[in-house]
């Protein structure tokens, strides 16, 4: 089993910035990827961002490209999410997730992950 605990969501105005933190325990990662999800309200759920524990292969979807940054701390075992140039359509609750690396055509899904998180609220205001 693996826990994932996110932190560090809050309220923020547009164009301001955010990092969340995801703290993984319960197994070695070393095999895994790690992703950062959202769901806004009345949407379905959507990634993010991913990164291999063990390598630096990332993937970001389109719409925060060039704004978002996904990295990871071997020693705290720790996945951080680091958000800038935030705008209200970044409204969301995120979370963390965890799976077995199968491939980046898994990674890139919503359903190719086996542990996540609560979640945490990020609200954007214009």
């Known amino acids: 089993q693996v826990q994932l605990v996110e932190s560090g969501g809050g309220l923020v105005q547009a164009g301001g910035s955010l990092r969340l933190s995801c703290a993984a325990s319960g197994r070695t990662l070393s095999s895994y990827v790690m992703g950062w999800f959202r769901r806004a309200p009345g949407k379905e759920r959507e990634i993010v961002a991913a990164i291999i524990w063990s390598g630096s292969n990332t993937y970001y979807a389109d719409s925060v490209k060039g704004r978002f940054t996904i990295s990871r701390d071997n020693a705290k075992n720790t996945v951080d999410l680091q958000m800038n140039s935030l705008k209200p359509e970044d409204t969301a609750v995120y979370y963390c997730?965890?799976?077995?690396?199968?491939?980046?055509?898994?990674?890139?899904?919503?359903?190719?992950?086996?542990?996540w998180g609560q979640g945490t609220q990020v609200t954007v205001s214009s």
């Open positions: 997730a965890a799976a077995l690396f199968r491939g980046w055509d898994t990674a890139r899904g919503t359903y190719g992950y086996d542990y």
